[in-house]
């Protein structure tokens, strides 16, 4: 009836009727139209089980997922199945391209192994930051397949300690970092114009969990204690960038300075109210430790709706 047929308890849709109805599926697949109130989800070109999930349509190589659709759980060690499962997801969600921005200006790289034409996310934490690393993982779960795994580094001192290390497939939908984060398609490098057209206050609290840290400064007077993100890795310039933009479009009061001969940026106490209203509901639980505890006072003051690890963005 009207391109809809029942069978057995399970629903079967024409293309042509699955089509015309296109606008009223939700982004989580399920399906929302006048046709099929009770929520069935669709299927095309074969019958499928009441409640099966299908992925987000946004996600998805449009014109290739209707006959060929395939759990990530089903890939295995099957090159075909990869690669079917790789044409159906098309770009990074919002809150996965905003974290993912956070990550490479902190601990995050990215990698290509055919010239440039994709590219794969690499994350790596110690053993610390574990929780946080398998946090990571399941936001970015549907580009990853395998999880955390440890690795085990030796120190320049000699020291062994152990790594977590986790990394997605390779896809063209990560080329966009690539073009922000390595235009040459060498070394990491930061665009004068990276904080006002890319950061977001997501992006941020990804950025101080990954590289923050408690600063020393000021200990005589506690109002200005603030907190320190490691750039020690990127030039003077490109760090001069990063503060200025924090000021600009963050309103935050940040400087840069020296630490052991590297440059650093420095957030000011003062600016901690405003931070943590910004950044609070997108922390991880365990990475709280990094902030200094005015900081923490402020988070509290907030409430648990933006508390860290109670915000929507914490679980995102």
């Not at 070109?45 to 209707?66: D, E, F, H, T, V």
């Not at 060690?77 to 159906?88: P, T």
């Not at 320190?228 to 990127?234: C, D, E, K, S, W």
Request: aromatic share 8%.
């Amino acid at each position: 009836m009207n391109g809809e047929t029942t069978r057995n308890g399970m629903t079967i849709l024409s293309r042509s009727h699955f089509r015309a109805s296109f606008k009223g599926m939700g982004f989580d697949g399920m399906w929302q139209g006048p046709h099929n109130p009770r929520g069935a989800r669709p299927c095309i070109g074969k019958q499928c089980k009441r409640g099966q999930a299908l992925p987000p349509l946004a996600r998805l190589g449009w014109g290739r997922w209707s006959s060929q659709w395939v759990a990530k759980g089903e890939v295995g060690k099957s090159r075909s199945l990869l690669k079917r499962y790789k044409a159906q997801l098309h770009s990074l969600s919002l809150p996965e391209k905003e974290a993912a921005v956070g990550v490479m200006l902190g601990d995050a790289s990215l990698q290509t192994q055919d010239g440039g034409r994709t590219h794969r996310l690499k994350l790596l934490q110690g053993e610390k930051n574990r929780l946080y690393l398998c946090h990571l993982s399941e936001l970015f779960s549907d580009w990853i397949l395998s999880p955390p795994a440890p690795q085990h580094r030796v120190s320049a001192l000699g020291r062994e300690a152990r790594a977590w290390r986790t990394q997605t497939m390779s896809h063209r939908a990560f080329n966009e970092l690539a073009e922000i984060f390595l235009p040459d398609g060498g070394k990491k490098s930061i665009p004068p114009n990276l904080v006002g057209e890319h950061l977001t206050p997501r992006g941020l609290a990804y950025w101080l969990m990954d590289d923050g840290g408690r600063s020393n400064c000021n200990r005589d007077r506690p109002e200005l204690r603030g907190m320190t993100i490691n750039t020690q890795g990127f030039t003077e310039e490109e760090v001069t960038w990063l503060s200025n933009g924090l000021r600009l479009h963050f309103r935050l009061d940040c400087w840069v300075g020296r630490d052991k001969g590297r440059w650093v940026i420095t957030i000011l106490g003062r600016s901690f109210p405003h931070l943590m209203r910004m950044v609070g509901p997108y922390l991880h639980p365990s990475m709280l430790y990094k902030f200094p505890l005015a900081a923490l006072a402020e988070l509290e003051k907030l409430g648990p709706a933006n508390h860290a690890g109670e915000g929507q963005g914490a679980t995102e």
